[in-house]
């Protein structure tokens, strides 16, 4: 079994993570009109979302992160003697970089690269690669890798409340709207993140607190007996963040604790300010 080493893109949020493996990033880019920022390296999570609510004029957009950038970082790690090459991208319904790292891969020779689609974003995708590099150490090959990643995708999930809608619908990352959507961008819809890895509606919701609580009832009736760890993702969120921390606690004693992470500003700039996403992963 050759050297292993693993890819992450930075829609993860892994950049916001305290780690000591070698996992390598691959970010998206910001745009604000002919201004490119790298995700993290130019700009973090904060600076991004304060810049959103003093100029609400600015209309973020994203690109993935280019081929050739990616097949860059292949051949670093070739360089480093890496002999297998493990990605781990984002949901391939929700950006292009899966298939970014696919051709970059068949670019590059003398080193096996498999892409995993985590068909999820943040926290859960991010858990992947934590947990592929931790097996990495314990010298598992990459098929056992990817049988415990699939494992993973299949038991984690994401509720999310957004502020607004009008960010999914400009950049087209809202799935299965048609038909009402009118009445979507005037209240404060529940989504969810599909098996597909698609982000979906699930109910119409009339106000901010309302919707916040809505997510905390539904992820308490659906998974009160499973054990998970339970998380929070949000986008400049902070004042709803403890609420909701003790709303699911209060529910759920048994979880004992619910961390927060923020979503970096690539995934943001889809969600919009104010997002705040209840998410679980199998627990380790």
């Excluded at 390296?41 to 959103?52: C, G, N």
């Excluded at 010298?139 to 509720?159: A, F, M, P, S, Y």
């Excluded at 998974?223 to 606690?249: G, P, T």
Aim: charged share 25%; aromatic share 6%; with cysteine.
């Amino acid at each position: 079994m050759g050297k292993i080493g693993l890819v992450v893109c930075g829609n993860s949020g892994i950049d916001y993570l305290k780690h000591d493996y070698d996992i390598r990033v691959i970010r998206s880019v910001l745009l604000f009109g002919e201004d490119e920022y790298t995700d993290f390296v130019d700009i973090k999570a904060e600076d991004f979302y304060t810049m959103l609510v003093e100029k609400p004029e600015l209309h973020p957009s994203t690109a993935q992160t280019a081929t050739g950038v990616i097949l860059e970082t292949y051949e670093e790690l070739k360089k480093d003697g890496y002999e297998e090459i493990l990605v781990i991208t984002i949901s391939s319904k929700l950006s292009g970089t899966y298939e970014g790292a696919r051709m970059a891969a068949s670019m590059i020779d003398g080193v096996k690269v498999t892409v995993f689609d985590s068909l999820t974003v943040a926290y859960p995708e991010a858990y992947m690669a934590l947990t592929a590099a931790k097996m990495i150490k314990q010298g598992k090959n990459v098929t056992d890798i990817i049988d415990k990643l699939i494992d993973i995708r299949e038991h984690q999930g994401i509720l999310i409340s957004v502020d607004t809608l009008k960010y999914l619908v400009r950049n087209g990352r809202l799935s299965g709207a048609s038909g009402f959507l009118g009445s979507l961008l005037k209240i404060k819809p529940m989504l969810h993140l599909t098996r597909e890895g698609r982000v979906e509606p699930l109910e119409k919701i009339r106000t901010r607190s309302k919707a916040l609580k809505r997510i905390v009832e539904k992820f308490a009736d659906d998974h009160a007996n499973d054990k998970l760890e339970v998380f929070i993702a949000h986008a400049n969120a902070s004042d709803a963040v403890e609420s909701v921390r003790q709303d699911l606690l209060n529910r759920l004693p048994n979880l004992k604790t619910v961390k927060d992470y923020p979503l970096t500003p690539v995934v943001g700039a889809h969600a919009g300010p104010g997002t705040l996403a209840i998410g679980w992963v199998p627990k380790a």
